[in-house]
């Protein structure tokens, strides 16, 4: 089909818009949690990804016969390349404790800084990226939290059917503990449907309380 000039820089204009917001779909992704403890409501977290940016925000209240039991407080932003993290800024508040974390890509290292206390991890470091599946694939990961950068071993569990959003979803399902000098740290389980998105998650604590996840509407 012959186009005229005028309809052709029309046709390549139209190209183009479209496909910046197909590039846009694909860079850009939300995951917006409703968190609870045994149950009960505490609170929400929520992931936004752009451009490879990662940011995390994360409020929890605890409260028992009225009182406020347990507070926390969390934000992150990772910026990301390849799977692996060029930067990372957190800061974090639990009750009245205070966390800053921030990290940087410089040459064959990633170099972190946690309260004034500095360590240096492999270049390609991960942190508990639930969202990207290639965290499966690893045997250690950062904790964006208190910079502990922990052992991990990862196990497929049998798949299963979540409901998700009202909807019933045959996921994927994997168990990921974490350890540090050999005492564990966090057991923590994670679903993913067919196409690896993430869908829930379950935290298991020390004392025996779970904290859940579920995608909000």
């Not at 139209?14 to 949690?33: D, P, R, Y």
């Not at 950068?149 to 045959?170: C, F, H, N, Q, W």
Request: aromatic share 12%; hydrophobic share 40%; charged share 20%.
């Amino acid at each position: 089909m012959h186009l005229y000039p005028g309809q052709e820089k029309m046709t390549k204009l139209i190209l183009s818009v479209f496909l910046v917001f197909m590039t846009t779909g694909l860079q850009a992704k939300e995951w917006a949690f409703d968190v609870f403890l045994d149950d009960k409501d505490i609170g929400t977290h929520t992931f936004k990804l752009e451009n490879n940016r990662l940011t995390s925000q994360a409020d929890f209240l605890v409260k028992v016969l009225f009182i406020n039991a347990y507070e926390y407080h969390h934000t992150a932003i990772e910026q990301w390349g390849e799977n692996c993290l060029i930067r990372l800024k957190a800061d974090t508040t639990e009750n009245s404790d205070q966390f800053k974390v921030n990290g940087m890509k410089q040459d064959n290292n990633f170099l972190v800084e946690y309260n004034k206390t500095k360590q240096q991890l492999p270049a390609c470091t991960m942190t508990f990226a639930y969202w990207n599946p290639a965290i499966l694939k690893q045997t250690q990961l950062l904790n964006p939290q208190n910079a502990e950068y922990l052992d991990v071993s990862i196990t497929a569990m049998d798949a299963e059917v979540v409901t998700v959003k009202g909807r019933p979803i045959k996921a994927k399902h994997y168990a990921i503990l974490g350890a540090l000098a050999g005492k564990q740290k966090l057991n923590i389980e994670v679903w993913y449907d067919n196409h690896d998105d993430w869908l829930q998650l379950k935290s298991t604590t020390p004392e025996g309380y779970e904290i859940f996840y579920r995608l909000n509407n």
